[in-house]
């Protein structure tokens, strides 16, 4: 059982950012309770969710003791400052305050827009460890996190391309339409070749026990998400002028510019080619294989593809 009492203390002082912290062993889902009354400030954490979702509406859900769930309410940013960029901007906090607690910010990075991946102990690729979901309520933003604690390897889904096993995806795109791509039940083309890439891989779910030499304590966790969170989010708030640097930030984070990558579109097309940049809209940039067209992304779930000569 988490302690209330600490979690209180730690994140509402007279110098912390949050105004109101609400901490449950178990709920339906933290970002319904944070929506019921959303207050700007205000934190949600529970041990356990029994409805919690994820992105596009799919289940998101753990062993009971083994993750933790918060949502924060933070009022919308400044007149012209992108809402796009809160999931991503989430996804570069979460990474920040979880490799400063394990001592490990090298091994996390980001998975266009705002996958949270991190680098096992053991040799390995690198796995998901938490799911962000924000949505708009009203005059403020409600950002739920939920982080794979310690949850047994074999209970924890994976990410897999359409026509594979497993899920991922985008609830708060910055907006644009899609070009068309492929049918997604076409088979992905290797760019420059049938040598140079094979297939997109499944992108396993891994918890922090599997990348650390010990296994954090579930208040540690909460508040290292929550105060990078609010570091972050106040920089952004702050106005238009924070944006140029965040973006340089979040962009030397996401592992998949330079990647060739499998992009499967909300229209259930996709698209495969090297992602080379992440614009001012937060939307991805990718070369198309073959065409050589450039195309801005906006919202889809991205693979990355694997050389052939890989393991």
Not at 89 to 114: D, I, S
Not at 222 to 236: G, I, L, N
Not at 238 to 246: M, R
Request: aromatic content about 4%; charged content about 15%.
């Amino acid at each position: 059982m988490m302690d209330l009492e600490e979690l209180v203390r730690r994140l509402h002082h007279p110098r912390g950012a949050w105004a109101r912290v609400d901490v449950h062993e178990q709920v339906d889902s933290t970002n319904t309770q944070a929506a019921g009354d959303p207050q700007p400030w205000r934190i949600v954490v529970a041990a356990e969710q029994t409805a919690g979702r994820g992105r596009q509406g799919r289940a998101w859900s753990s062993p009971p003791g083994t993750s933790v769930s918060l949502s924060m309410v933070v009022p919308l940013p400044a007149p012209g400052v992108d809402l796009g960029w809160v999931p991503l901007l989430t996804g570069l906090a979460v990474a920040r305050g979880l490799g400063g607690l394990l001592g490990r910010p090298e091994a996390f990075g980001l998975k266009w827009p705002n996958d949270v991946l991190v680098e096992p102990l053991t040799p390995g690729s690198p796995g998901k460890v938490c799911g962000i979901l924000c949505q708009v309520v009203g005059s403020v933003v409600v950002v739920g996190v939920g982080v794979n604690v310690s949850a047994p390897p074999d209970s924890l889904p994976s990410a897999s391309p359409p026509g594979q096993s497993g899920t991922s995806g985008q609830p708060l795109p910055p907006g644009q339409p899609l070009p068309p791509g492929r049918p997604a039940a076409a088979a992905a083309p290797s760019p420059g070749g049938d040598s140079v890439a094979a297939p997109p891989s499944p992108i396993r779910a891994v918890s922090l026990a599997e990348c650390a030499a010990f296994v954090p304590r579930r208040e540690d966790v909460v508040v290292a998400v929550a105060q990078a969170f609010a570091q972050t989010y106040a920089r952004f708030a702050s106005g238009a002028g924070a944006l140029p640097q965040l973006r340089a930030e979040y962009s030397a984070a996401c592992v998949s510019v330079g990647r060739v990558v499998d992009i499967y579109l909300p229209n259930g097309r996709h698209t495969v080619g090297t992602a080379e940049s992440v614009d001012s809209e937060g939307k991805l940039v990718v070369r198309e294989a073959g065409s050589g067209e450039i195309y801005a992304f906006a919202a889809g779930d991205v693979f990355h593809i694997r050389p052939r000569n890989s393991a």
